[in-house]
């Protein structure tokens, strides 16, 4: 697969990210305001909304902080020289056409590289899947939802209200710093690394899209139910609108652990998902 034509799309996907939220954020934030009992939290979400909107009519990023980028990349046979050659160009010149502000930096000298690629970034996840197209998926994370990011390692015997605890508490903890309402991407299970992998790997899934194993579904459902009754509410200002969806990804871990990851993303929940083709066409997915 030509190098220049994953640049091209890679282009396309940062715009849309930065510019347009998936649909299913948007119905997700207008429900939040139909619904919404607190007065000052149906403020904000109409604040939220209007934002949006302002957004895609002046065809600039619907947040100042653009946050860090990544991708996410499925295929059968993956160039991964090329791929990767490709994307971080592709972060290059989005940074300056769309623009995005740039946001990478050294972590010790704090030296911005200026164009949002740096050691390792943009981060690139390569996720094997058996097809003939590419799937490239674009987000962009801003560091207020990403600093509330949590570790637990608990005690196996704790189980699923151990996990209901620890998350209730993040969230309380967190208030409005991570700008609720919030998704919660939650990695339940594997090693430490894995479990971090896990709750990115939620973070790509639509609102609304249940986990396909039932247990998880429900527990899905009970946090999400929890977590809106913290009052926290939209901005931290209080409300019910807390968090717009809670998405958990597991694996088996060893008998003596339970590892927990929480990534919160905040509303701007920024990504956008285009497959190629072998014949060149591509098909812009959300």
Request: proline content about 6%; overall charge neutral.
């Amino acid at each position: 697969m030509e190098r220049d034509k994953i640049e091209e799309v890679a282009i396309q996907l940062l715009r849309k990210a930065s510019i347009f939220l998936p649909i299913d954020v948007k119905n997700a934030l207008k429900k939040a305001y139909e619904t919404e009992t607190s007065e000052t939290g149906r403020t904000v979400l109409k604040t939220i909304l209007d934002n949006i909107a302002a957004a895609e009519q002046l065809n600039r990023p619907v947040c100042q902080d653009t946050g860090i980028v990544s991708f996410f990349v499925k295929g059968r046979a993956i160039d991964y020289k090329v791929i990767e050659s490709a994307l971080i160009k592709a972060t290059i010149e989005a940074t300056k056409s769309i623009p995005l502000r740039p946001n990478a930096v050294h972590p010790i000298t704090r030296k911005n590289s200026g164009d949002n690629t740096g050691v390792r970034i943009p981060g690139i996840s390569w996720l094997y899947k058996d097809t003939d197209y590419l799937e490239i998926t674009a987000t962009i994370k801003g560091a207020g939802s990403e600093n509330m990011t949590a570790l637990y390692m608990l005690p196996p015997g704790e189980g699923v209200k151990g996990l209901i605890r620890v998350v209730l508490e993040s969230v309380v903890r967190a208030g409005g710093q991570p700008c609720p309402p919030v998704i919660l991407n939650i990695g339940l299970g594997g090693t430490v690394d894995l479990t971090f992998k896990m709750a990115k790997l939620a973070m790509i899934r639509p609102l609304g899209v249940r986990h396909p194993e039932d247990d998880i579904a429900k527990l899905e459902s009970k946090i999400l139910d929890l977590v809106n009754q913290t009052n926290v509410g939209p901005m931290g200002l209080g409300g019910k609108t807390t968090a717009l969806d809670v998405k958990i990804e597991y694996a088996y871990c060893h008998t003596a652990s339970l590892p927990i990851a929480i990534n919160f993303q905040c509303w701007a929940d920024r990504r956008a998902t285009a497959r190629i083709h072998p014949d060149g066409s591509v098909e812009m997915i959300d």
